[in-house]
């Protein structure tokens, strides 16, 4: 395990070390004393385990790729935004725009999420144990989005082909958003995700939230909608 | 008695005039907006309002072909540690595969890099074809971030987050379910078919504090390397250029209302944003003020067809120019040979723009294998980089007649304006007249 002592050797030389990475070389590192810094391990391109002891900005975990990061601490903006694979797991709370356009992997709040949550995400599967802000899954592309608690207004406005699942209240949905049903392979999606986040909730308390797919071609009947 | 009094002649109207006649016609039997691609088609005060000097008594002009007149630039040595560095002014804009075929995205990747320049992606990611061919390629970072992924871009030689075109300020992509191939909804993973209208906004950032902590991230993420452009639609250029210099720009675009685009609604490309012209000088004075000015490097976009047309831009104070349009026409579109094609689209060679339909018959804006393979890339990007050469040429016939020994050497003390309105926007005198419009008479030029 390598320390990385962020108040000595800034986000740049963090980074540097995570981005120097060669075969045998360390794969296990605990970033010490993050200082809510911005853009902390973002652009890690190995199957690194990171620790960060602390709070982070923005950006934590930026296009991640293979890395597993884990947060002891709340994380700013866009927390692993466009991450493409691996893992990142925040122990506190977020805020907006957690996991905006990630194309893969896997990301868990334990806490609540502020709004954007899940913003046009492509394949990312995302799980939150707390609640999310408003326009949370606004234009998700695809994906899986599990919120343990409620969900403020305009959840999944424009959604294209992810799946959205709220155990608690939904204050209102977005354009072409609909409730949909929840079929054994919803089921066992969520099942899945939740072992894998260690956050413990009953799988058959979650409703699916989808496109209605009536926004997909333009039609001027849908008027009122644009 | 009555077949005896003279008529007058039938009247159309300046106002209801025949294109809006038919506009009004085609919208009450559609019931969608007008969306096409292309830049603003209406007369606005533009480049063609300058005039240069020249040399005379007061300067010397230099020898043509004999005398060395420079036209190489480095963009982005503010703060990258690999600025980029192109043998001439003029760079390739971002135009993305799904409005443009694989072929034309391979033709402006081989024609830049034989003139010396760069090319750049677009709204929909980076093609192999074009990183291949593009010996310098800028990877655009758009509010979709479709095809985004931190491989391409550590393949990218510089990044450029597009705030804004000038086409469209204010409004997002438009790719309509025509032209989403198998490949393009995959590249974008969407499914095919569907129309795309991607965001306007940053999903992760909104202002220029935000945007400061964005650049940050890209560079930790390619370690400080690769030169960062802001792009902006011609919007506010002096207010938009000092918040880009704050949020740690290495170089600006700025792109004017003329500025084409793939497919936008009618109404926004003509009556939203700034002339091209209306959008140099407010950026240059921002740069100056902030002594930014050939620090960060401004680019301009927007109509911009000849050398004449870089060289003003230039002589205004920006280090480069970009082109869309002209690169397209370059590589054959809307070519009149291709007339008979055109008339069964219902228009003709030199208006064709139903580029979002994806029919067009040279291979360019479209998706249609059939119609892609007209395109040959190696001709087209031949076609290209003679134009790009003969652009620089004009150029530097400009400059040494000027008496620079290089380009960047232009500066407004060489032009005149034609009209009242070019002299107030440009900042420079009204020709014959030593008249700037609101300045104080300080020089006398007679
Ligand atoms: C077919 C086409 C596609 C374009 N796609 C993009 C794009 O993906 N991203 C972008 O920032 N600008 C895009 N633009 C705008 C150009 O980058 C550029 O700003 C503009 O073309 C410059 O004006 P000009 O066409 O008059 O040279 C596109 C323009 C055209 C013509």
């Known amino acids: 395990m390598a320390i990385l002592n962020l108040k000595k050797i800034g986000v740049s030389g963090v980074n540097s070390a995570l981005h120097k990475i060669v075969e045998n070389s360390e794969k296990d590192f605990e970033i010490r004393n993050p200082q809510g810094q911005h853009s902390i391990a973002c652009g890690i391109n190995a199957p690194l385990n990171v620790e960060i002891k602390g709070h982070v900005g923005f950006y934590c975990g930026g296009m991640n790729k293979y890395a597993k990061i884990l947060i002891h601490g709340h994380a700013g903006v866009g927390v692993g935004e466009n991450m493409m694979s691996g893992y990142i797991h925040v122990k506190g709370d977020t805020s907006e725009s957690a996991g905006a356009t990630a194309h893969g992997g896997f990301l868990v709040i334990e806490g609540n999420a502020s709004s954007r949550c899940g913003i046009s995400m492509k394949g990312v599967d995302i799980v939150v144990g707390g609640s999310v802000g408003h326009m949370s899954g606004f234009m998700a592309q695809s994906g899986n989005l599990v919120i343990c608690g409620d969900a403020k207004d305009a959840l999944g406005d424009s959604i294209y082909e992810a799946n959205i699942f709220v155990r608690g209240e939904v204050s209102e949905l977005g354009a072409d958003c609909i409730e949909k049903e929840v079929r054994p392979e919803h089921s066992a999606k969520i099942s899945k995700l939740l072992k894998s986040s260690g956050i413990n909730a009953n799988p058959t308390d979650f409703r699916r939230y989808g496109s209605a797919r009536q926004l997909y071609n333009f039609d001027v009947d849908n008027f009122e909608s644009y | ?446």
């Open chain 2, 1 to 446: 008695m009555s077949e005896d009094i003279p008529k007058t002649h039938p009247r159309k109207s300046a106002t209801f005039d025949d294109y809006t006649l038919s506009e009004i016609r085609r919208a009450a039997a559609t019931g969608i907006y007008d969306i096409r691609g292309g830049g603003a088609k209406r007369s606005v005060p533009g480049l063609d309002d300058l005039l240069f000097l020249g040399a005379s008594l007061s300067r010397y002009p230099l020898e043509g072909y004999r005398e060395y007149c420079g036209t190489d630039i480095v963009l982005g040595s503010r703060f990258a540690t690999n600025p980029l560095k192109l043998k001439i002014p003029i760079t390739i804009a971002g135009m993305s595969f799904g409005s443009l075929s694989a072929q034309a995205k391979e033709a402006l990747g081989r024609g830049a890099s034989i003139a010396g320049t760069s090319t750049t992606t677009g709204d929909g990611g980076m093609t192999k074809e074009e990183r291949e061919q593009s010996e310098i390629l800028i990877y655009q970072y758009l509010p979709s971030r479709y095809g985004m992924n931190p491989d391409d871009l550590r393949k990218a030689d510089a990044i450029e987050i597009v705030v804004g075109q000038g086409a469209k300020p204010g409004g997002g992509g438009m790719l309509l379910g025509q032209k989403i191939s198998d490949r393009v909804a995959e590249m974008r993973n969407l499914p095919k078919g569907i129309d795309q209208r991607s965001a306007c906004r940053h999903p992760d950032w909104t202002g220029p504090d935000d945007l400061e902590i964005k650049i940050h991230e890209l560079r930790e993420i390619s370690d400080w390397k690769k030169p960062i452009f802001i792009k902006i639609g011609g919007a506010r250029p002096y207010y938009d250029t000092a918040l880009s210099v704050k949020a740690g720009a290495d170089v600006i675009v700025i792109d004017g209302m003329q500025g084409g685009t793939a497919a936008t609604q009618e109404v926004f490309i003509e009556n939203v944003g700034q002339p091209t012209l209306a959008c140099i000088r407010p950026a240059v004075k921002a740069l100056q003020e902030l002594g930014m000015h050939r620090k960060v490097q401004l680019i301009v976009s927007g109509g911009i067809r000849n050398g004449a047309d870089v060289a003003k831009a230039i002589a205004l104070g920006a280090d480069a120019v970009s082109i869309g349009t002209a690169a397209l026409v370059a590589l054959g579109d809307n070519n009149p040979e291709l007339e008979d094609e055109y008339k069964k689209l219902g228009t003709t060679a030199g208006a064709f723009d139903d580029w979002h339909e994806g029919l067009d018959p040279a291979g360019i804006s479209t998706q249609d294998p059939d119609l892609s393979k007209r395109l040959d890339p190696v001709t087209a990007g031949r076609k290209l980089s003679n134009y790009l050469k003969v652009m620089t040429m004009e150029l530097q016939t400009i400059a040494r007649a000027c008496g620079k020994s290089h380009v960047l050497n232009l500066e407004p003390e060489d032009l005149v304006a034609l009209t009242v309105e070019a002299a107030a926007i440009a900042q420079v005198p009204l020709c014959g007249t030593d008249w700037i419009p609101g300045k104080k008479n300080e020089i006398l030029l007679s």
